[in-house]
């Protein structure tokens, strides 16, 4: 039974309160993902639920058996790390196998698992290898495979990519969505790589000093995000936040003034007059020679088929804007810029979505 259940889990040291209180339900098979900056408080979340870091206040139940108190050996969970923490003098079958002889395993029940983590791994070239001999993918494969054979309820990644090259990370990820679907145990994966909170994760937990700011599936957060920090943190290019004023405003229909120009928004509250900002996806943004946003060219960064032009607008706020056009403008160069289709969030003075979710009206 895989389920994890958080209730108000603080945690302190000293006077310092790192995490003032999370509660959070993951289900048996589900692929959660804990994202946001550093020092948001995600890898010592991780660390209280695998039984590496002391509770402060509240509960963590695994199974749902409560296990403040129960030694990290016994709570049914094995975590990869980030830098693989392999033993260097031993070989690859000898790291992948060492804690379970710890654990008194028979030898037989050692070897049905060692293959069985080998054939899903493809780890068989390298069992008498040393780690030193092995690339970084390999040894996070070896640490992922000695997970495996403790056949844990829970598997906890502690951001176990971050040490890879761009490639090898894209080729991991696969690697470890292809385990979850193939093992359907519950996996929670700590990261502050969007993409791959994006990529892999059934619903993501964004958080900020400690605190849960949203939780949903990839798609909800990326297109109904609660605030501005959940939409700037998800989305790559990062969504264009943009401050305005709220201006005809009639019931749900608004407008928001930005750089002289007028932009349709439509929103559950605020009035006349309002200081918002308004959230743009980069690929909202449209080239168009009569376009009523001015903007100046910085920066254009070619990408294969799609193109990245970064310009700042009158009142000095840079933008982004993805576009797929062959033409494109050059450094400097004077451009207006207009609204295609997709979503025009719209957040308050703190912060908070006020967008109605039926669409933008054109």
Known sequence: MGQVSLRSVSKSYGSAMVIPGVSLDIAEGEFVVFVGPSGCGKSTLLRMIAGLEDITGGEVRIGGKRVNDVAARDRGVAMVFQN????PHMSVRENM???LQNLGTSKAEIAERLSRAVQILQLEPYLDRKPRALSGGQRQRVAIGRAIVREPQV??????LSNL???LRVQMRTEIAKLHHRLGATMIYVTHDQTEAMTMADRIVVLRAGLIEQVGTPIELY????????AGFLGAPKINLIPGVMTGVRGADAAVDLAGARVPVRITGGAEGDKVTLGLRPDVLVLQPEGPIPATVDVVEELGNVKLIYATLPGGHPVVAELRSPALPKVGDAIRLALGDGQRHVFDAEGRAITLHE???A
């Open 165 to 167: 090259d761009a490639a």
């Open 97 to 99: 196998v060492f804690g």
């Open 155 to 160: 598997f906890l990644f502690d951001e176990p």
């Open 84 to 87: 693989y923490a392999l033993y």
């Open 223 to 230: 297109e109904r995000p609660a605030n501005s920090f959940v």
């Open 359 to 361: 669409g933008p009206r």
